[in-house]
């Protein structure tokens, strides 16, 4: 392996959304010099929206925006940015090493993995067209552009009932659409959800079409289809809401680092801290809870400083330019 394909750092961010920009950005005011490998993604999930109105400072800014200006930062701190996707990891001793796409190779003392999480859609035609137009897979973020208006929430999980609930708050009306007789969010949440008279069940159906206004601008409605009879019904929808789960990006680490059932990297209380010493996980890979970006910087923030604090304690384990 020649030596340009051959990085060594005392700290190795993976990813470049929320989390790990500001992981580098605290990696590099405490002197590690990070590296960050961006990903196929640069900019992470952001990059496929449009209006964000809770990033605090900013009352309104587009999420394309707001990422470039955090990898600007992260590049006048001087971090080097890797327009690379790492292909695979050995975490089983330090430094630990991650290989590229490209074939390069990062010797790392210490990494932070902030590879997010992607939301599950439905695979409809017109669906990727109209994110961001009425339909969208967060009611945190985009709940508040619906007041007063008609939504739809698909799904049957606990993130499902959660979601309708919210949106309870400022949409007129709410129909939560199940493909089954039964939801599998917990007791409490379907008792809030059946005493709310803003909402609607429709049990035992999918969504099998999404219906464009007619300048094809938003979203006007969905079809449902009931499963036993077949036949489908429109339903006039400002907003479409999928909350049918979400895959976070972790099929690296698997067998490496402790995960949930689901996938997602498990953390010590209070730490983003995994389960390896020296490894620490930021943002929605570790987190189905909150999913929000100034979340994920805070994780990130946080992965940094322990990562700092972990390798102050932590001699370097080979002398750097010692071979791969
Ligand atoms: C449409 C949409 C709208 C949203 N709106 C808002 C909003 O208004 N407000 C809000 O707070 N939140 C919003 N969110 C949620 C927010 O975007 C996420 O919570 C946040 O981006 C998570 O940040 P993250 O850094 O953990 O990961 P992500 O943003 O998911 O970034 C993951 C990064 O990891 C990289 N990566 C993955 N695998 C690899 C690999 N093998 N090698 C190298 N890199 C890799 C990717 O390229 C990407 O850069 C929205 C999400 C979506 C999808």
């Avoid at 010797?107 to 009425?134: D, F, H, K, N, Q």
């Avoid at 019904?233 to 995960?259: S, Y």
Wanted: glycine content about 10%; charged content about 20%; proline content about 4%.
């Amino acid at each position: 392996m020649s030596a340009s394909q051959l990085r060594q750092t005392r700290l190795l961010i993976i990813g470049s959304g929320p989390a790990g920009y500001t992981a580098a950005i605290y990696g590099a005011r405490a002197a590690l010099a990070p590296v960050l490998v961006q990903g196929l993604q640069p900019g992470g999930q952001l990059m496929i929206t449009t209006d964000v109105e809770n990033w605090p400072g900013d009352a309104h800014v587009l999420g394309p925006d707001l990422m470039a200006r955090m990898e600007a930062q992260v590049r006048g701190l001087g971090v080097e940015l890797v327009a690379d996707v790492v292909a695979s990891v050995d975490l089983s001793q330090r430094p630990f090493r991650a290989e590229l796409d490209s074939g390069a190779v990062i010797r790392a003392e210490s990494l932070v993995i902030a590879t997010g999480a992607t939301a599950r859609w439905l695979g409809l035609p017109e669906e990727e067209r109209l994110r961001g137009r009425g339909v969208s897979a967060c009611a945190t973020c985009d709940g508040f552009f619906f007041r007063g208006k008609e939504v739809v929430v698909v799904g049957g999980g606990n993130s499902a009932v959660e979601e309708a609930l919210f949106l309870t708050n400022f949409a007129a009306r709410v129909t939560l659409v199940h493909r089954r007789d039964h939801l599998r969010a917990d007791r409490t949440n379907q008792a809030r959800l059946f005493a709310s008279p803003k909402v609607e069940v429709v049990w035992n159906a999918v969504v099998e079409r999404l219906e464009a206004t007619a300048d094809g601008g938003s979203l006007a409605a969905v079809h449902v289809r009931d499963l036993p009879s077949g036949a489908t019904r429109r339903l006039a929808a400002d907003g479409l809401f999928v909350a049918i789960g979400h895959d976070p990006a972790t099929g690296l680490f698997r067998g490496q680092v402790e995960m949930d059932a689901d996938g997602y990297i498990l953390t010590r209380p209070d730490s983003t801290a995994t389960s390896v010493p020296g490894v620490f996980a930021a943002g929605d890979v570790r987190d189905k809870v909150f999913r929000q970006a100034v979340t994920s910087a805070g994780m990130g923030c946080m992965a940094a400083l322990e990562a700092e604090r972990f390798l102050a304690g932590h001699a370097a384990p080979v002398p750097l330019g010692a071979a791969a």
